[in-house]
């Protein structure tokens, strides 16, 4: 922009206008062009400035993504394998309470007891 303005001074020096009204206008519209080129170049600038910061605002978001990511994972292996892996889930045959039991109290021929009412879960 600025240089094609700085053109159309050089071409108007060089065509020796006659110093008249047109002249006069010409160079007013030259001299108009100049602060628009200005105005353009301190907005793009502010542009920029702008621009960087929504790209550091970008960076920012992928940054929350990960920490967002690893926390998700963490939470599904909390609930899917370590929860789901470890415990099952026997009705209490007297209050209905659902009671988490860990394989190794099953297995072991052991006597669980509801947490609820104190009732024998496998029975007397
Ligand atoms: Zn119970």
Do not use: Q
């Not at 065509?15 to 519209?29: G, P, V």
């Not at 929504?54 to 929860?83: Q, R």
């Amino acid at each position: 922009m600025k240089d094609k303005i700085a053109y159309l001074r050089g071409l108007m020096d060089g065509m020796k206008l006659a110093d008249d009204d047109n002249t006069k206008l010409m160079r007013a519209i030259a001299d108009c062009l100049d602060s628009i080129a200005d105005s353009i170049e301190t907005e793009s600038a502010r542009v920029d400035v702008i621009e960087s910061s929504i790209d550091e605002i970008n960076d920012d978001i992928d940054d929350l993504d990960e920490v967002l990511g690893f926390l998700i994972e963490d939470e599904d292996e909390d609930d899917e394998s370590d929860w789901e892996d470890d415990f099952d889930f026997f009705t209490c045959p007297n209050c209905g309470e659902v009671v988490p039991l860990e394989e190794d109290m099953i297995t072991a021929g052991s006597d669980p007891i509801c947490p609820n009412c104190n009732a024998h879960l496998f029975g007397e």
